[in-house]
């Protein structure tokens, strides 16, 4: 073919792409154009569509408030307001409902799980035949969320209606009820006074300049295990650092809502059997204050799935009895674990009052020079370090790549630069640095065009939780680092596991898989959707999964 006709063809192509795109636009905008603003009715209350009035709405206004005369039954449709398809909204009852960790079905299901491991509180999604096809409700009482940053200290009360918390840890100044409102304080079970000064204290241990905790971008992706609500993480936001912040759905009533309710990254996730679903090497720091784990269970499996997860000379900190008390128990558990890390190469960085600091070898130096038989072993060579989801946690240590052993660490760049540059993990996919390259600037077109036509709509601070359902290399959320938002990146688990480049470039997120698992949105009153549909992609904007 000529040069001139293979013009000629990629010009009619592009062109009848163009016209596929567009009449597809056309067609939604005609099929789904009436339902926009309109309502799901739920008895006497109502859950206004994405698109309605509450968008960037007031704080004060209250759903339980807003009434309407006719009910909505599901299947049936007002001629005069057709409504092509529609889901009806789930009872009250569910208004706390995640499917996955349901412990009401784990009951009626009747599964055999060993509670000593935590299997209880892992992921055990329904069958089909019981699965939910509604959307979840929010709490009766529901108001428009507090706006960033306010909301890191105070939230609505009748938006996470679990108050026993603030009675249970009061002493510690977890949270405080205030009239309407649950206010943050900033306190934890082992830092009463604050997370801030906590924080600061441990940049003081490890001699990071201006006792910043971030070393001057050195230090970027935290996990902090057994969150509580997450004011650890929160406190590290104003030190450029992102923490995701994991514990369980367990009887304090899904703490996690209130770290997500406070527009703070937090999972919904244990340590029991299962890996986290994270790539190795994902966190420069590991944290656990109080949070009464057993690190010595099953041959030290919880700890080695914490080595799984940090980055050469990566450290874990962790705040806790052993590490100060004097008492019998506790000085067994102290030499038992320290013999135990000893064996994994790890070394105390700092160790002052109740905080011990562990850091971790930047090569595989000490591993080859350990004893022949010494326990935990090494992985095997064909084990995926990367493989997380529903894979078994092992006992044994992952060894560093030969590139990373010949680099003496990871290789990453200081925060913000490592947002934009090409991580060395991207080979390991077959990318190039020049596709990397232009997949950021396509996003951060892309990105620029979405704020410019959705500022003139909403009002500042309106956003704060972003998802992006199918994140690929992170270049969507790296576009937004600038803005006062944050994104959980979703890597589909049947794709190109690209979830390490995600986090090499100093964000956070998790594999899922969207088919395996029952999906019900908990739609705030200033939620958005955003669908771009000529890459199958959807950013989902103010709301939670």
């Not at 009035?53 to 339980?64: K, R, T, V, W």
Request: glycine share 6%.
């Amino acid at each position: 073919m000529t040069k001139g006709k293979a013009d000629k063809f990629k010009r009619t192509r592009l062109v009848s792409a163009l016209c596929a795109v567009t009449a597809g636009l056309v067609f939604l905008f005609v099929y789904y154009g009436s339902s926009v603003g309109t309502q799901v009715h739920r008895g006497t209350s109502t859950l206004r569509r994405i698109g309605s009035s509450y968008l960037g709405g007031d704080e004060d206004d209250d759903l339980g408030n807003k009434q309407d005369d006719s009910p909505f039954r599901f299947g049936q449709e007002d001629k005069e307001n057709f409504l092509p398809k529609s889901y009806p909204v789930c009872d009250d009852r569910h208004s706390d409902l995640i499917p996955c960790l349901d412990r009401h079905l784990i009951y009626q299901m009747r599964l055999k799980l060993d509670l000593n491991l935590m299997e209880h509180y892992e992921r055990h999604c329904p069958q089909p035949e019981r699965r939910f096809n509604c959307l979840i409700p929010p709490p009766p009482g529901y108001k428009v969320p507090v706006k960033w940053p306010r909301s890191r200290d105070e939230v609505w009360k009748a938006n996470v209606p679990h108050t026993h918390l603030a009675d249970e840890k009061a002493d510690q100044r977890w949270m405080v009820v205030k009239g309407e409102k649950i206010v943050f304080p900033g306190g934890g079970t082992h830092f009463h006074y604050g997370a801030d000064k906590y924080i600061i204290s441990l940049a003081n241990m490890l001699s990071f300049p201006n006792n910043i905790l971030n070393n001057q971008g050195k230090i970027r992706t935290v996990l902090d295990i057994g969150c509580g609500v997450a004011s650890f993480g929160a406190y590290l936001l104003s030190s450029d650092i992102i923490a995701m912040s994991v514990a369980p759905n367990d009887v304090h009533q899904n703490q996690i809502q209130f770290a997500l309710e406070r527009g703070i990254p937090a999972y919904l996730g244990v340590l029991g059997t299962k890996r986290l679903p994270y790539p190795s090497r994902s966190f420069e720091l590991a944290h656990c204050s109080r949070c009464r784990i057993d690190w010595l269970q099953r041959d030290g499996l919880l700890l080695l799935e914490l080595d799984r997860l940090l980055r050469p000379g990566g450290y874990f900190a962790y705040s806790s009895p052993e590490a100060y008390a004097q008492d019998e128990e506790d000085l067994r558990i102290w030499r038992e674990m320290s013999a135990l890390v000893e064996r994994m190469c790890w070394k105390i960085a700092s160790k002052q009052n109740q905080t011990v600091i562990w850091v971790k070898p930047l090569t595989n130096d000490c591993y080859m020079e350990r004893e022949p038989g010494t326990q935990p072993p090494l992985c095997r060579s064909d084990d995926d370090p990367d493989a997380t989801y529903g894979v078994p946690m092992e006992a044994c240590i992952t060894p560093y790549s030969d590139q990373v052993h010949r680099a003496g660490g990871s290789g990453l760049v200081p925060w913000p630069a490592r947002s934009t540059a090409p991580p060395p993990r991207l080979g390991d996919l077959g990318y190039s640095n020049d596709y990397f390259e232009k997949d950021t600037e396509l996003w951060q077109d892309r990105v620029k065009s979405y704020w410019d036509i959705l500022s003139p709509k909403i009002k500042p601070n309106t956003l704060r939780n972003v998802m992006d359902m199918k994140a690929n290399l992170g270049s969507f959320a790296a576009a937004l680092k600038d803005k006062d938002v944050w994104v959980m990146n979703v890597v589909p688990e049947d794709g190109p596991n690209t979830l390490k480049v995600v986090y090499d470039r100093g964000l956070i997120g998790s594999i899922h898989n969207w088919y395996a698992r029952q999906i019900l949105l908990r739609i705030t009153l200033d939620s958005l959707l955003l669908y771009e549909s000529s890459f199958s992609v959807l950013e989902s904007l103010g709301i939670w999964i």
